[in-house]
């Protein structure tokens, strides 16, 4: 056994990133492999390790690769899912990778095809492919552009998990072989499969004179260094999702204020109410006793008026005559007297 994991950020970027023809040609091995097209010539536009993690937010260690026709490449191996949201973490790698070109001056038919690429050590997506490539698309599977050569954005996955490690090395194709490989690299000539492809295979040969350049005390530092990153990756998620819990309990209590300050306001409403409905109540019972007084008056001025109907009568004047000096009818009189 030994120490070799290219599951390691640090280890693929040193492996496939150095600025030396080795790891020149494992890398075009690697892109010719996944990306199922000839690659002849690249460049790793960041081939310089980090050295501050503390600022670090993934993508951490990915490789910025620019072929000889000026595609460009971002490839990054994700070994874990993250509290990050991964599903919109590379669209935006890929949206910001494709926005990068310079086009100042330039007609858009003169942007170059870009590509994220992701080696995932957690399963995805729920179906057998391996290799998945996402392009822009409209609902019903139809193609945002007419030739596929015309679409100049892709994301392009490829979910390790799914290798059925089990397989006869014979029946196992190159994609599957490789990533064999990057799983089991550390067990060397112990493991049948490996020794049998380091015998046989160019490209896994490649790679294995690679991973051999690597001393014990680099890979010593290197898987140091790599359990800082995560550590320090984890630092990070966790404060991200406690802001992200502070932001939501800020929400709540927002929340809680605008209902308080409704409640407030309905109970405000609801004492003008009662108010103007105390006021109603006053003014209703001022005009009942009003309206009552009224009535007493006129009681007490038809009980003089009665009087006064029955004096002139018992002293001989008629009725018409009463009738005609009260301005009243004959009847109306007559009521007065009952």
């Known amino acids: 056994m030994r120490s070799a994991n290219l599951l390691n950020d640090f280890a693929f970027k040193y492996v496939f990133g150095e600025d030396c023809k080795e790891a020149n040609d494992a890398l075009k091995s690697l892109l010719t492999v996944f990306l199922e097209r000839s690659v002849n010539k690249v460049v790793v536009k960041n081939s310089e390790m980090v ?22 490449v971002d490839l990054e191996m994700q070994l874990r899912q993250t509290k990050d949201n991964l599903m919109n973490r590379f669209p935006y790698y890929s949206a910001r990778l494709h926005g990068s070109q310079d086009m ?18 957690v399963n995805i997506f729920e179906n057998d492919n391996i290799c998945n490539t996402f392009r822009y698309k409209c609902d019903g ?3 945002f552009v007419k030739e596929e050569k015309e679409d100049r954005m892709k994301l392009r996955t490829i979910e390790m998990p799914k290798v059925d490690l089990n397989k006869p090395l014979e029946d196992m194709n190159e994609q599957e072989k490789m990533i064999y490989y990057f799983l ?6 112990e493991d049948s499969k490996i020794k049998m492809m380091i015998e046989s295979d160019e490209v896994i040969q490649m790679l294995e004179k690679r991973v051999e ?13 790599f359990q800082k990153l995560h550590e320090n990756e984890e630092r990070i998620e966790l404060q991200l999702e406690l802001e992200e819990l502070q ?11 605008d209902v308080r ?63 005609k000096s009260l301005s009243k009818s004959e009847d109306e009189i007559m009521e007065l007297l009952k």
């Open 213 to 225: 350049t690597i001393s014990d005390d680099r890979w010593k530092k290197i898987i140091e260094d």
């Open 261 to 323: 300050k409704e409640q407030e306001d309905v109970r405000k409403a609801q004492e003008d109410v009662r108010k103007a409905q105390e006021d109603v109540r006053k003014q209703v019972e001022e005009a009942d006793k009003k309206v009552e007084d009224a009535n007493r008056q006129i009681e007490q001025m038809n009980q003089v008026m009665k009087q006064g109907i029955k004096a002139m009568l018992a002293n001989g004047m008629s009725l018409e005559f009463v009738s």
């Open 141 to 143: 599977d139809l193609p």
């Open 51 to 72: 050295k501050d993690f503390s600022k670090m937010k993934s993508p951490r260690l990915d490789l910025l690769v620019e072929f000889d026709d000026q595609t460009m």
């Open 184 to 189: 089991n690299c550390h067990k060397g000539m």
């Open 104 to 121: 100042e001056g330039k007609s858009y038919s003169q942007l170059k095809e870009t590509i994220v690429m992701i080696f995932f050590n």
């Open 247 to 257: 932001k939501a309990k800020e929400k709540v209590r927002k929340a809680q204020e």
